[in-house]
């Protein structure tokens, strides 16, 4: 094992100078150049280089021909691997492929992980998208309609850490403000589906609503986009609502599954203006 250069983390193992490296790929800000990655992982620029080179050759990570790096496909399968991940995309997967085949719309199952939302799935008409909504991807969770479902059935204690910190504007109708985000989170508890207009790009929108386990949990959210100049998102509400619904009651292992309208959702109750 070699030992930290200059400038790089003390008393971290070769484990943790990867670990280290990986996490800069779970902010949500998809590819990176050595450079960016060295200087956000505290590794040197030559230890940095080493293993990115080691990674890309294990499939952990990608080149993408520009001198960006992002998460390769053995880090997704990494995160679906276990029992209840590879259950929720198995499961999900047929009722996505419906949705996707009826719309042609870019259909989307994310799970909450921390601050970002993970992308387990991801159906689009058009091939070779290297987007922050890609499989595998992360994207802040204020910044498109998955994101805002997964976040208004967190916890209290998750969503005031979350407005604790900058949310970021991607475009002028990024929601940008914590009054703002808990207004709207309120909304997505009452109508059960959150739309994101503009939130990611000028161009395209997202409708998404919630998926439930068999314990009454939000586990996941089904997203689909759309496009603002030719569609109307409130046609794909019921189409979203009914592809969360299917999945839900695919994931209920009880004989006799209640309909998911009749899921008590464990969710907060919005306070009053």
């Given amino acids: 094992m070699s030992a930290p250069q200059p400038g790089e983390p003390h008393k971290l193992t070769a484990a943790g100078r990867v670990l280290t490296l990986l996490d800069v790929f779970s902010r949500g800000t998809g590819s990176h150049t050595l450079t960016e990655i060295s200087r956000q992982s505290g590794l040197s620029l030559t230890t940095t280089h080493r293993l990115v080179r080691e990674l890309v050759a294990w499939g952990g990570l990608e080149a993408d021909g520009t001198g960006h790096y992002r998460l390769g496909a053995k880090m997704l399968s990494l995160a679906t691997s276990s029992t209840s991940g590879?259950?929720?995309?198995?499961?999900?997967?047929?009722?996505?492929?419906?949705?996707?085949?009826?719309?042609?719309?870019?259909?989307?199952?994310?799970?909450?992980?921390?601050?970002?939302?993970?992308?387990?799935?991801?159906?689009?008409?058009?091939?070779?998208?290297?987007?922050?909504?890609?499989?595998?991807?992360?994207?802040?969770?204020?910044?498109?309609?998955?994101?805002?479902?997964?976040?208004?059935?967190?916890?209290?204690?998750?969503?005031?850490?979350?407005?604790?910190?900058?949310l970021k504007r991607y475009t002028a109708h990024t929601i940008g403000d914590a009054d703002e985000l808990r207004r709207t989170l309120a909304e997505v508890r009452e109508n059960r589906y959150a739309i994101a207009p503009r939130s990611l790009t000028m161009a395209a929108g997202s409708v998404a609503a919630p998926i439930v386990n068999a314990e009454g949990e939000v586990e996941a959210a089904v997203g689909m986009v759309y496009l603002v100049e030719r569609d109307d998102p409130q046609r794909f509400v019921d189409l979203v609502r009914s592809t969360a619904s299917r999945i839900s009651r695919s994931l209920l292992q009880r004989p006799g599954p209640p309909s998911p309208a009749s899921v008590v959702f464990l969710r907060r109750e919005s306070s009053p203006d």
């Avoid at 047929?94 to 159906?123: F, K, N, S």
């Avoid at 992360?138 to 208004?152: D, E, N, Q, S």
């Fill in 86 to 166: 590879m259950q929720l995309r198995e499961k999900a997967l047929p009722h996505l492929a419906d949705i996707h085949r009826r719309t042609g719309r870019t259909v989307l199952l994310g799970v909450r992980d921390g601050a970002h939302v993970m992308y387990l799935e991801a159906l689009r008409p058009h091939a070779n998208y290297t987007g922050q909504n890609r499989i595998g991807g992360r994207l802040r969770l204020h910044a498109g309609a998955v994101g805002l479902v997964l976040l208004a059935y967190a916890d209290d204690g998750v969503v005031d850490e979350y407005v604790e910190n900058p």
